[in-house]
């Protein structure tokens, strides 16, 4: 009946039976939307871990506070592919865009305040997301993929035939920063980079979390999941996707001021096509559409990284090859995900327990 | 907790008192295992790995330590992470290694502020020795080779006029900057500088020498990195047929490693280089340097100047560490025993220059020949003692900081 | 002749050779890709695969160049049937980016593997005497290798484009590329297509891998190389289609050959100028569906 007379189950969906149970149904629904948000506990544990790693490794922070930017541009990538559903092997494109705002900054205008550049990286790199992100955003699949690998190359390559300039491939050396805050100098051991780069995480963090949450979230999301319906809905689909883009390539900018801030040195190599590849992989690896799946794809890719290549300088890439493709095969929503399904697994025990 | 440990320290330095102690001298080793240059990183490691094995008793008592890290892709991030854990965790003495520019330029501060000396046995840019009063190089500056191949080139070689062609990334602009400094001071004339393209992938060099083939200069010297590019450069040369044609195939060593030269075939047969090191070199040191590597590493595998480069390296540091009876725990006074340092080493007569800590070493003007036994050789053509740096000589831009 | 016809004819001559090289690597890619909508990233691992095989058997058996070159292809076309049949299959479903994944770890564990066998020098192979030298035309002489490549491609093409055009297994996998559900509904085991052409199109990246030595070596590394320019060529040939594929590769072949040899400055450029211009045009790339 109702496959031949639509009105019929329009007003099933305009006069719905209020039993309980429905209710109830929707009670668990709207509760559920509403607590989405809501910090939840175990949201503390990356954090908890980072600060541990401080105080349990103080001898590896130089490596922690590399970690800490590839989580930042996982998140950026997060942002964009996971919630709003765009694929690009572009994103090095702004994190090399950032990377050489303070870079630049440094060597030729004298801008040395760290935190100033942060703001000055985001900026330069979300006019760049912007523009690109205009242009662009019409296309999808394989044709975006391409033009935005395209246009970080034909970037790197531009800084190529100004090398006198960008300094080329030999990057730009001894880049010296102002103490952070004017207060706190850069010490071997890395304990300032990498309180640095954790609290500039945070901060990031938080932002993208109101964000993903927000009715504008909400509207990424249902891009990815049915553009079409957005569409005929009315929601000004490629606005919002710029508009996204936009954001993520600022926030990629802000990893890659960071990079060349704790490195104090920054090469063309920013915009190689390895790098957008790279922490493709590492999201992809975590998890996509969850936040924490950046922090854990970057955090676990990289520590493996280099246990392996500890382990066989040589040989390594087979050690890292394993484990993508046995993520693939036994975790299929990355590192997160199995992490998912003990907690699930957990929650369901509880219940059931509960239940008489 | 650290007190506890220096103060325990200080009672075994009371104990064992004035006599010759023992020490364990930990060496943080970084080179390129892994990637597409991972071949040059295993040329030096095979050669830090002979001296070691033939030499670890000149330094007793005391004995070494050697922590490999992989240098990964020339970012110049990869290298400092690694190499600073290196001195953070690890607690090495001293860093050596270093097959890419960005790496010791990424690095350099990062020594001055650990004072931890670190031998370079590969990276040639010119101007890395400025960066740190604790960089000494092993290796050579691209201006070693390119420099006196300009002069040698116009006066020996009969190139009046030279096409340039250059992998597109700092040490082939340094090498035909180089050469083209020394070529037009001589009264040549350079017809036309094309880049190849980046030093990652190697690119089809048909259609550059094409073009270079068509405008006909006397010589085309050429700049690439010793990888694959090396092998693809003489082959399109062959291909091309331009010896024919009348232009002569010249450069830095780079063109013809020696563990690649026998894949080269005829085609390389004619080429002239400038550098450092062959393993055709007629002096008793290369011939044991020689007859040890085969004995490690086979037959059919053959040290190149990367490998000597880093033979000298380890040899460098180990008659430093004999000279402070392994007492290397000051960075400073350890580069200051390294500066003077010579020896006659496989490659001929080499010197770390007190004055910028950079080699100081013979080059030999060397043609590509097939020897007797069939075999690709170099005959040296004539040699140039204690050749130094021309770049700091001169003072060229970032040379003169 | 003229000074610029000269050029011209040398010009189209190594754009062609290079553009035979690029369809051959990349024509199974791009199958595979618009056939079951499948990202093998590996495909670089396969060619790379054959490359080595060819270097095995030409330096370590005595075989002939070009015998080594059929041995290989035919041999990685097999083991090729044992990843498709072993892991590729369970991704057919998942999303692209799963199958990156997978791939790239495939990839990277080719390239320690092939690390640990051949070591990391790179590898070159011994051409018979008639592969070396060059063609003498008069005004020009070209090198025997690069005509040998242009034959071989236009083989190749004509071999591929018959049995695509002209068979009843092409006239299937025709039929699976433009509709799969209705192809399968029809009765065509689009299953046992995909494992044929997946076979087929490793088969050809052998080839491609062990033609490449002569022009770029063979390292390990090769394996995601050169992986951005097959992409580009199937971006901006169309996925699946044949015709765009050989379009794009003499497109990109001729006028990077062109590019370095009039533009050697900006050589770097041109590759990225020509994807960036095709694909904001034409988004499906030549013959893609949009």
Same mark, same amino acid.
């Given at each position: 009946?109702?496959?031949?007379?639509?009105?019929?189950?329009?007003?099933?969906?305009?006069?719905?039976?209020?039993?309980?149970?429905?209710?109830?149904?929707?009670?668990?629904?709207?509760?559920?939307?509403?607590?989405?948000?809501?910090?939840?506990?175990?949201?503390?544990?990356?954090?908890?871990?980072?600060?541990?790693?401080?105080?349990?490794?103080?001898?590896?922070?130089?490596?922690?506070?590399?970690?800490?930017?590839?989580?930042?541009?996982?998140?950026?990538?997060?942002?964009?592919?996971?919630?709003? *559903?765009?694929?690009?092997?572009?994103?090095?494109?702004?994190?090399?865009?950032?990377?050489?705002?303070?870079?630049?900054?440094?060597?030729?205008?004298?801008?040395?305040?760290?935190?100033?550049?942060?703001?000055?990286?985001?900026?330069?790199?979300?006019?760049?997301?912007?523009?690109?992100?205009?242009?662009?955003?019409?296309?999808? *699949?394989?044709?975006?993929?391409?033009?935005?690998?395209?246009?970080?190359?034909?970037?790197?390559?531009?800084?190529?035939? *100004?090398s006198e300039f960008s300094g080329g491939y030999d990057g730009l050396p001894g880049l010296v920063f102002d103490p952070l805050l004017g207060r706190f100098e850069y010490d071997l051991y890395g304990r300032t980079n990498y309180v640095y780069a954790l609290v500039v995480l945070a901060v990031v963090f938080y932002f993208v979390r109101r964000?993903?949450?927000?009715?504008?979230?909400?509207?990424?999301?249902?891009?990815?999941?049915?553009?079409?319906?957005?569409?005929?809905?009315?929601?000004?689909?490629?606005?919002?996707?710029?508009?996204?883009y936009t954001i993520a390539a600022g926030i990629a900018g802000v990893a890659g001021a960071l990079f060349t801030q704790t490195n104090a040195y920054v090469t063309l190599t920013v915009f190689d096509f390895e790098n957008s590849a790279k922490v493709m992989v590492m999201l992809i690896l975590g998890g996509t559409g969850r936040l924490y799946?950046?922090?854990?794809?970057?955090?676990?890719?990289?520590?493996?990284?280099?246990?392996?290549?500890?382990?066989?300088?040589?040989?390594?890439?087979? *050690?890292?090859?394993?484990?993508?493709?046995?993520?693939?095969?036994?975790?299929?929503?990355?590192?997160?995900?199995?992490?998912?399904?003990?907690?699930?697994?957990?929650?369901?025990?509880?219940?059931?327990?509960?239940?008489? | 907790?650290?007190?506890?440990?220096?103060?325990?320290?200080? @009672?075994?330095?009371?104990?064992?008192?004035?006599?010759?102690?023992?020490?364990?001298?930990?060496?943080?080793?970084?080179?390129?295992?892994?990637?597409?240059?991972?071949?040059?990183?295993?040329?030096?490691?095979?050669?830090?790995?002979?001296? #070691?094995?033939?030499?670890?008793?000149?330094?007793?008592?005391?004995? #070494?330590?050697?922590?490999?890290?992989?240098?990964?892709?020339?970012?110049?991030?990869?290298?400092?992470?690694?190499?600073?854990?290196?001195?953070?965790?690890?607690?090495?003495?001293?860093?050596?290694?270093?097959?890419?520019?960005?790496?010791?330029? @990424?690095?350099?501060?990062?020594?001055?502020?650990?004072?931890?000396?670190?031998?370079?046995?590969?990276?040639?840019?010119?101007?890395?020795?400025?960066?740190?009063?604790?960089?000494?190089?092993?290796?050579?500056?691209?201006?070693?080779?390119?420099?006196?191949?300009?002069?040698?080139?116009?006066?020996?070689?009969?190139?009046?006029?030279?096409?340039?062609?250059?992998?597109?990334?700092?040490?082939?602009?340094?090498?035909?900057?180089?050469?083209?400094?020394?070529?037009?001071?001589?009264?040549?004339?350079?017809?036309?500088?094309?880049?190849?393209?980046?030093?990652?992938?190697? &690119?089809?060099?048909?259609?550059?020498?094409?073009? #270079?083939?068509?405008?006909?200069?006397?010589?085309?010297?050429?700049?690439?990195?010793?990888?694959?590019?090396?092998?693809?450069?003489?082959?399109?040369?062959?291909?091309?047929?331009?010896?024919?044609?009348?232009?002569?195939?010249?450069? &830095?060593?780079?063109?013809?490693?020696?563990?690649?030269?026998?894949?080269?075939?005829?085609?390389?047969?004619?080429?002239?280089?400038?550098?450092?090191?062959?393993?055709?070199? $007629?002096?008793?040191?290369?011939?044991?340097?020689? @007859? @040890?590597?085969?004995?490690?590493?086979?037959?059919?595998?053959?040290?190149?100047?990367?490998?000597?480069?880093?033979?000298?390296?380890?040899?460098?540091?180990?008659?430093?560490?004999?000279?402070?009876?392994?007492?290397?725990?000051?960075?400073?006074?350890?580069?200051?025993?390294?500066?003077?340092?010579?020896?006659?080493?496989?490659?001929?007569?080499?010197?770390? $220059?007190?004055?910028?800590?950079?080699?100081?070493?013979?080059?030999?003007?060397?043609?590509?020949?097939?020897?007797? $036994?069939?075999?690709?050789?170099?005959?040296?053509?004539?040699?140039?003692?204690?050749?130094?740096?021309?770049?700091?000589?001169?003072?060229?831009?970032?040379?003169?900081? | 002749?003229?000074?610029?016809?000269?050029?011209?004819?040398?010009?189209?001559?190594?754009?062609?050779?290079?553009?035979?090289?690029?369809?051959?690597?990349?024509?199974?890619? +791009?199958?595979?890709?618009?056939?079951?909508?499948?990202?093998?990233?590996?495909?670089?691992?396969?060619?790379?695969?054959?490359?080595?095989?060819?270097?095995?058997?030409?330096?370590?058996?005595?075989?002939?160049?070009?015998? +080594?070159?059929?041995?290989?292809?035919?041999?990685?076309?097999?083991?090729?049937?044992?990843?498709?049949?072993?892991? =590729?299959?369970?991704?057919?479903?998942?999303?692209?980016?799963?199958?990156?994944?997978?791939?790239?770890?495939?990839?990277?564990?080719?390239?320690?593997?092939?690390?640990?066998?051949?070591?990391?020098?790179?590898? +070159?192979?011994?051409?018979?005497?008639?592969?070396?030298?060059?063609?003498?035309?008069?005004?020009?002489?070209?090198?025997?290798?690069?005509?040998?490549?242009?034959?071989?491609?236009?083989?190749?093409?004509?071999?591929?484009?018959?049995?695509?055009?002209?068979?009843?297994?092409?006239?299937?996998?025709?039929?699976?590329?433009?509709?799969?559900?209705?192809?399968?509904?029809?009765?065509?085991?689009?299953?046992?297509?995909?494992?044929?052409?997946?076979?087929?199109?490793?088969?050809?990246?052998?080839?491609?891998?062990?033609?490449?030595?002569?022009?770029?070596?063979?390292?390990? +590394?090769?394996?995601?190389? %050169?992986?951005?320019?097959?992409?580009?060529?199937?971006?901006?040939?169309?996925?699946?289609?044949?015709?765009?594929?050989?379009?794009?590769?003499?497109?990109?072949?001729?006028?990077?050959?062109?590019?370095? =040899?009039? %533009?050697?400055?900006?050589?770097?450029?041109?590759?990225?100028?020509?994807?960036?211009?095709?694909?904001?045009?034409?988004?499906?790339?030549? %013959?893609?569906?949009?």
């Amino acid at each position: 009946m109702a496959a031949n007379d639509p009105t019929g189950a329009q007003s099933a969906i305009v006069t719905p039976v209020r039993d309980a149970a429905a209710t109830a149904a929707r009670d668990r629904a709207a509760e559920y939307l509403v607590s989405r948000h809501r910090f939840r506990w175990a949201e503390a544990l990356p954090w908890l871990a980072c600060i541990a790693v401080f105080f349990l490794f103080p001898d590896r922070l130089t490596f922690g506070s590399q970690v800490l930017v590839m989580v930042l541009f996982a998140l950026s990538l997060d942002l964009i592919l996971g919630y709003a *559903g765009i694929v690009t092997l572009g994103q090095a494109a702004f994190f090399g865009i950032g990377a050489y705002t303070v870079g630049l900054g440094a060597a030729r205008l004298g801008w040395t305040e760290p935190v100033s550049g942060l703001f000055a990286a985001f900026f330069v790199a979300a006019l760049a997301g912007f523009i690109s992100g205009w242009f662009l955003l019409r296309y999808r *699949g394989l044709t975006l993929l391409m033009l935005t690998l395209a246009t970080a190359i034909m970037m790197q390559e531009a800084g190529n035939l *100004g090398s006198e300039f960008s300094g080329g491939y030999d990057g730009l050396p001894g880049l010296v920063f102002d103490p952070l805050l004017g207060r706190f100098e850069y010490d071997l051991y890395g304990r300032t980079n990498y309180v640095y780069a954790l609290v500039v995480l945070a901060v990031v963090f938080y932002f993208v979390r109101r964000i993903v949450y927000s009715p504008f979230g909400q509207a990424l999301t249902g891009i990815r999941e049915n553009v079409r319906r957005m569409h005929a809905i009315g929601s000004p689909v490629h606005w919002r996707l710029v508009t996204v883009y936009t954001i993520a390539a600022g926030i990629a900018g802000v990893a890659g001021a960071l990079f060349t801030q704790t490195n104090a040195y920054v090469t063309l190599t920013v915009f190689d096509f390895e790098n957008s590849a790279k922490v493709m992989v590492m999201l992809i690896l975590g998890g996509t559409g969850r936040l924490y799946g950046a922090f854990l794809g970057a955090a676990v890719y990289m520590i493996m990284e280099d246990y392996f290549s500890k382990l066989s300088p040589t040989f390594w890439q087979f *050690g890292i090859g394993l484990l993508l493709v046995l993520a693939v095969l036994f975790a299929r929503r990355g590192v997160l995900g199995l992490f998912e399904q003990f907690g699930a697994y957990f929650t369901k025990e509880k219940s059931k327990g509960a239940k008489p | 907790m650290r007190m506890l440990k220096w103060a325990g320290v200080a @009672a075994l330095a009371l104990t064992v008192g004035g006599t010759a102690q023992a020490e364990k001298i930990k060496i943080g080793v970084v080179l390129p295992f892994s990637g597409a240059n991972a071949d040059l990183g295993h040329q030096v490691d095979k050669a830090f790995d002979l001296y #070691i094995k033939l030499h670890a008793k000149d330094i007793a008592p005391h004995t #070494i330590e050697i922590v490999k890290r992989d240098e990964g892709p020339p970012t110049g991030a990869n290298a400092k992470t690694v190499a600073t854990e290196l001195i953070t965790n690890d607690k090495v003495q001293i860093l050596t290694g270093f097959v890419f520019s960005p790496s010791a330029i @990424a690095l350099a501060p990062v020594v001055t502020q650990a004072k931890v000396p670190m031998v370079i046995a590969n990276a040639g840019t010119a101007w890395i020795t400025n960066l740190s009063p604790y960089i000494a190089r092993l290796s050579f500056s691209m201006w070693h080779h390119g420099y006196p191949m300009g002069a040698y080139a116009f006066d020996k070689i009969g190139c009046k006029t030279a096409a340039l062609a250059y992998t597109d990334f700092p040490p082939g602009k340094d090498s035909t900057e180089a050469f083209k400094t020394g070529f037009e001071k001589a009264g040549g004339k350079v017809t036309e500088s094309i880049p190849l393209g980046s030093p990652v992938q190697v &690119p089809d060099f048909t259609p550059f020498f094409q073009r #270079i083939k068509d405008s006909k200069p006397d010589c085309m010297y050429v700049f690439i990195p010793s990888g694959a590019h090396a092998t693809g450069v003489t082959k399109a040369y062959g291909e091309l047929g331009m010896r024919k044609a009348g232009i002569k195939l010249i450069g &830095p060593m780079d063109l013809i490693p020696d563990n690649k030269l026998q894949d080269m075939g005829d085609a390389a047969i004619g080429t002239i280089v400038m550098g450092n090191y062959a393993v055709d070199l $007629d002096n008793a040191e290369n011939k044991a340097f020689n @007859a @040890a590597w085969h004995k490690e590493y086979g037959a059919n595998s053959y040290p190149d100047f990367m490998s000597a480069a880093g033979w000298d390296t380890m040899h460098a540091i180990f008659d430093t560490i004999k000279k402070l009876n392994g007492n290397v725990t000051d960075g400073a006074k350890f580069i200051d025993a390294m500066k003077g340092w010579k020896t006659k080493s496989p490659r001929g007569d080499v010197m770390i $220059d007190p004055d910028t800590r950079d080699i100081v070493q013979d080059e030999h003007a060397m043609e590509v020949i097939r020897k007797p $036994d069939g075999k690709l050789g170099v005959k040296v053509l004539g040699t140039t003692k204690a050749v130094k740096d021309e770049c700091k000589v001169l003072k060229l831009g970032r040379c003169g900081t | 002749m003229p000074q610029f016809a000269i050029i011209a004819v040398s010009i189209l001559f190594d754009g062609l050779a290079y553009a035979m090289f690029l369809f051959i690597t990349s024509v199974g890619l +791009s199958v595979t890709m618009g056939l079951m909508g499948f990202v093998n990233l590996a495909h670089g691992a396969f060619a790379m695969a054959g490359g080595y095989i060819v270097v095995s058997l030409t330096r370590d058996l005595g075989i002939g160049f070009v015998p +080594s070159l059929l041995i290989a292809a035919v041999l990685v076309g097999l083991i090729s049937v044992v990843f498709e049949r072993g892991l =590729y299959r369970r991704l057919y479903k998942a999303t692209d980016l799963e199958q990156v994944l997978l791939t790239i770890g495939l990839a990277f564990m080719a390239i320690a593997t092939a690390t640990y066998f051949y070591g990391p020098i790179p590898k +070159s192979v011994p051409l018979p005497l008639w592969l070396q030298g060059d063609i003498n035309l008069g005004f020009r002489s070209f090198p025997s290798y690069r005509a040998f490549l242009i034959v071989l491609g236009i083989a190749l093409i004509s071999v591929l484009w018959y049995a695509f055009e002209r068979t009843n297994i092409g006239a299937k996998i025709r039929a699976a590329v433009d509709n799969r559900r209705m192809a399968e509904s029809v009765g065509i085991n689009v299953d046992l297509l995909f494992t044929l052409t997946f076979a087929l199109g490793s088969a050809l990246a052998a080839l491609g891998g062990g033609l490449a030595i002569q022009l770029f070596g063979l390292s390990p +590394s090769f394996a995601v190389l %050169y992986l951005v320019l097959f992409l580009i060529v199937v971006a901006v040939g169309g996925l699946g289609s044949l015709k765009g594929t050989l379009l794009a590769a003499l497109v990109i072949g001729v006028i990077d050959t062109g590019g370095k =040899y009039l %533009y050697a400055e900006a050589g770097g450029f041109f590759i990225y100028a020509i994807t960036i211009v095709v694909l904001l045009i034409k988004p499906a790339g030549f %013959y893609g569906r949009e």
